[in-house]
């Protein structure tokens, strides 16, 4: 097992498993899209209280539970990184950041663009809109630190440690609209939440995709870093000398 | 005349400008963020080879 693990973890196995994979997430991924698209905006009835309007959810909830768990898995690969010392581990926390930025920018957006007909505002200083926008914040505390460093690895140490101690603002951006009285709506997914079976399927399709989305990212974004990183290796050297631009 | 009654004629009517607004944001991004990936990697093996082949 630990054998295995290590052998993942060779950067040129790594390289290597990111090259074959990539097909096998951006096809699904325009898959999901396509079918979740049609699903959101044909199939999906209008809601009751918000008519049409309420279809920007199926762009924001996605957006934004994938704001969150980037940031997790960014923080628990940073983890992995400090503790086992896996390079890749550090690489995949790496280029998580600017993905999980923009992921958080496409929720603030989203969400402030359907705060106008509902809310009559762009931006409230409310809970949920707040600790979303700290969330971001984070993310661009951890790029700026990340690339301050000359040393990869010493970047990486720092940077995951800022990105653990961050991670407690996960749980205030989920409950916030419990903890506190908010102007933004309660849960979309669970008991309270969309009731419409249609809905739900919609917004279940979006989910995938934006998973996909986010891995075929990870996937395009590691093989750069890997190929910085191990600019001085023989199978890089190679590598780049077996490619045609 | 507002932008939002402009776009009214769009599926959705006193919605679409929103509607449609946030979509095109969202894809806009992950398009944006997608073509920079690919663009970064293309640059990395371009330096790359430009610096093994002077060595």
Redesign the interface.
């Given at each position: 097992m630990w054998k295995w693990i290590q052998r993942q973890s060779s950067p040129k196995f790594f390289y290597q498993t990111c090259t074959n994979l990539t097909p096998w997430f951006f096809w699904p991924f325009i898959g999901f899209l396509v079918v979740g698209l049609y699903w959101s905006l044909v199939v999906s009835p209008a809601d009751y209280q918000q008519g049409d309007g309420y279809r920007i959810i199926f762009v924001h909830v996605p957006s934004a539970i994938l704001s969150m768990m980037v940031y997790a898995i960014m923080a628990i690969a940073g983890g992995i990184g400090l503790i086992w010392q896996i390079k890749m581990a550090e690489v995949v926390a790496k280029v998580s950041a600017p993905i999980g930025a923009t992921f958080t920018i496409i929720a603030l957006t989203s969400g402030a663009i359907w705060g106008k007909p509902m809310w009559g505002a762009w931006w409230v200083w409310d809970a949920r809109l707040t600790s979303e926008l700290i969330l971001l914040f984070l993310y661009l505390a951890y790029m700026s630190l990340n690339s301050a460093f000359d040393n990869p690895r010493t970047a990486a140490k720092s940077s995951s440690i800022l990105a653990i101690v961050g991670l407690v603002n996960l749980p205030i951006i989920h409950y916030s609209v419990k903890w506190w009285n908010t102007l933004h709506q309660g849960y979309s997914v669970g008991t309270g939440g969309l009731k419409d079976p249609d809905m739900q399927i919609a917004l279940a399709l979006m989910f995938v995709a934006s998973i996909f989305l986010y891995v075929l990212l990870v996937v395009i974004k590691a093989k750069t870093e890997v190929l910085i990183r191990e600019q001085n290796s023989r199978w890089v050297q190679d590598e780049v000398k077996g490619v045609t631009l | 005349m507002t932008i939002v009654e402009y776009f009214s004629f769009l599926?959705?009517?006193?919605?679409?400008f929103?509607?449609w607004?946030?979509?095109g944001?969202?894809a806009i991004?992950?398009i944006t963020?997608?073509i920079s990936?690919?663009r970064?990697?293309?640059k990395?093996?371009?330096s790359?080879?430009n610096?093994?082949s002077r060595s």
């Open positions: - | 599926p959705y009517g006193k919605y679409a929103y509607v607004l946030a979509y944001v969202s991004t992950v963020l997608f990936a690919k970064d990697h293309k990395a093996l371009l790359l080879k610096k093994y």
